[in-house]
Nanobody
Framework: VQLQASGGGLVQAGGSLRLSCANS????????MGWFRQPPGKEREFVTV????????NYADSVKGRFTVSRGNAKNTVYLQMNSLKPEDTAVYFC???????????????WGQGTQVTVSS
């Protein structure tokens, strides 16, 4: 199983980025997909999760209204559209897969390698 996150980069505050996470080896439609992030010097934190069908989503309060998660099961890919980015969004972003629809990182079975997002003020 491999989860490959991409799309990170350097952006000015107020800008946008779209992260992608492609998977291979998973029966993708069986898994909830989550995004987590780890800011510099801090612990990993939950960002968002989308259910296997894409019907349900959940967001951290800090990103509600700015970030949107979606998935394309035909493409085995999950996306994270990030708008109105703030310097405090700076972090390494990870995608992860879980058999349960959950916000708890320890319940995720597979993790991608992470992609760096840096937001300048």
């Amino acid at each position: 199983v491999q989860l490959q996150a991409s799309g990170g980069g350097l952006v000015q505050a107020g800008g946008s980025l779209r992260l992608s996470c492609a998977n291979s080896g998973l029966t993708f439609s069986h898994y909830a997909m989550g995004w987590f992030r780890q800011p510099p010097g801090k612990e990993r934190e939950f960002v968002t999760v989308i259910s296997p069908s894409g019907t349900n989503t959940n967001y951290a309060d800090s990103v509600k209204g700015r970030f949107t998660v979606s998935r394309g099961n035909a493409k085995n890919t999950v996306y994270l559209q990030m708008n109105s980015l703030k310097p405090e969004d700076t972090a390494v972003y990870f995608c992860a897969a879980a058999l349960s629809y959950t916000t708890f990182g320890r319940q995720y079975d597979y993790w991608g390698q992470g992609t760096q997002v840096t937001v300048s003020s």
